[in-house]
């Protein structure tokens, strides 16, 4: 079974500095994507950025990007020029492409994203 | 405006009943889905239904249950058999294209049920 792993439950950052969140998978599929979802306060889940395993061009919209590293099972996310709006908690989640669960995300436990004026 | 809607937003419940939990969408997707959400835990997937009048159990199934009837809907009733039903509950919808799409999951609002 597939896992995702996010190892910060908490990071911080001053306003229009740069940060990372990490997070690892673990799975044995090749065709695969992955996400990284928002979570504000008001607990509406908004999807950030997505990546197809199967690109290896590193996603990016706007201010936020990932690294993407397949043999490693590593897919973070980095935001910057960080404002306080992307105060937050951050999952990242993986899906399959294949089989009769491709539907369904897998999440991690979260990252919760204080940003300091 | 096209989404996805969930009532009520705040639901309290007496140990010992039955709850139903609502979800609507507007979206024309195909695939719904109720995910249950306790702090520090993420979110973790109850049921899904790829399909109108058939759905699956996922990861915690166990004291739901659901229908899909309809297209537009996903009911999710949280029955006494649930022993800690205590916590924030999300919808989300899809399209259910071929193997391969993004099929990017849309979620609600979420309700919070609380039993007293």
């Known amino acids: 079974a597939q896992t995702v792993t996010q190892s910060q439950p908490e990071m911080s950052v001053q306003e229009a500095e740069t940060v990372t969140l990490s997070c690892t998978y673990d799975?044995?599929?090749?065709?695969?994507?992955l996400f990284w979802y928002k979570q504000p306060p008001s607990r509406q889940m908004i999807l950030v950025i997505r990546?197809?395993?199967?690109?290896?061009q590193n996603a990016t919209e706007n201010r936020f990007s990932v690294n993407f590293q397949k043999a490693a099972k590593s897919f973070s996310l980095k935001i910057s020029d960080s404002q306080l709006g992307d105060a937050a908690m951050y999952f990242c989640?993986?899906?399959?492409?294949?089989?009769?669960?491709?539907?369904?995300?897998?999440f991690g436990k979260g990252t919760k994203l204080s940003v300091k004026p | 405006d096209g989404g996805i809607t969930q009532s009520p937003k705040y639901l309290f419940r007496k140990e010992g009943q039955n709850v139903t939990l609502s979800c609507e969408q507007n979206l024309n997707h195909d695939a719904m889905y109720w995910y249950r959400q306790d702090p520090g835990q993420g979110l973790r997937l109850i049921y899904y239904?790829?399909?109108?009048?058939?759905?699956q159990k996922g990861d915690i199934a166990e004291g739901y249950s659901v229908s899909r009837e309809k297209k537009e809907s996903f009911p999710l009733t949280v029955t006494s058999a649930q022993k800690n039903p205590t916590a924030f509950y999300l919808c989300?919808?899809?399209?259910?294209?071929?193997?391969?799409?993004?099929?990017?999951?849309?979620f609600g609002p979420g309700t919070r049920l609380t039993v007293l």
């Open positions: 239904s790829q399909i109108v009048n058939d759905f």
């Open positions: 989640a993986y899906r399959s492409a294949r089989g009769r669960s491709q539907g369904n995300l897998i």
């Open positions: 990546q197809e395993a199967y690109k290896q």
């Open positions: 989300a919808s899809s399209t259910n294209r071929r193997s391969g799409a993004y099929n990017e999951q849309f």
């Open positions: 799975t044995s599929e090749s065709d695969y994507y």
